[in-house]
């Protein structure tokens, strides 16, 4: 009779313990739930997309962009994901990026910074390191969301941030 008792305690147990998975279709006036302001437009097109704008949350920069279907968002966003990410580890010198060493970000990356500055090389316009703007993304049904670091962020920190932001999101619009 304890055995049973136990064994039935223990399956209550893990069957409440569980998270509840809601599925989510994300628009383009969601994000200001969680404080985020839309600022710009991407000069690439995200063929696929039917809404792509990058804008500031907390500090850093963050691109939102949305795709019919989760599907879609898997395909196509993984793709774009990488490409506005990428960091190379060999720079690839070109006649536009030979005043810095701007080369070492993919050639689909359109939103770069200058990363690695002193006051004095950024005074006489110089730029010792470009950097893709983004470092992280994060696919969730069908958004991909970018995410620039702030200052005292490393990638993990960041990418940790990025997760916070998606739960916190999916929260808000699960309390409609």
């Given at each position: 009779?304890?055995?049973?008792?136990?064994?039935?305690?223990?399956?209550l147990?893990?069957?409440?313990?569980?998270?509840?998975?809601?599925?989510?279709?994300?628009?383009?006036?969601d994000f200001s739930k969680i404080g985020w302001k839309e600022k710009g437009?991407?000069?690439?097109?995200?063929d696929g997309?039917?809404?792509?704008?990058?804008?500031?949350?907390?500090?850093?920069e963050m691109a939102v962009i949305l795709f019919e279907?989760?599907?879609?968002?898997?395909?196509?966003g993984k793709k774009y994901g990488f490409e506005q990410?990428?960091?190379?580890?060999?720079?690839?010198?070109?006649a536009e990026n030979s005043g810095d060493t701007g080369s070492f970000y993919g050639k689909n990356v359109e939103k770069t910074d200058c990363r690695g500055?002193?006051?004095?090389?950024?005074?006489?316009?110089?730029?010792p390191r470009r950097e893709p703007l983004y470092t992280v993304y994060l696919i969730?049904?069908?958004l991909l969301l970018m995410l620039e670091p702030t200052r005292s962020e490393d990638k993990e920190s960041t990418e940790m941030r990025l997760n916070k932001i998606i739960s916190d999101l999916r929260e808000k619009i699960a309390a409609k």
């Open positions: 009779m304890r055995v049973l008792l136990k064994i039935t305690i223990l399956f147990i893990i069957s409440c313990s569980g998270t509840e998975y809601i599925e989510v279709t994300y628009k383009e006036n437009e991407f000069k690439t097109k995200f997309s039917i809404y792509s704008k990058w804008g500031y949350i907390k500090g850093s279907d989760r599907i879609s968002a898997q395909d196509l990410t990428e960091m190379l580890e060999q720079p690839q010198e070109t500055f002193s006051g004095a090389a950024l005074f006489r316009g110089e730029c969730d049904e069908n």
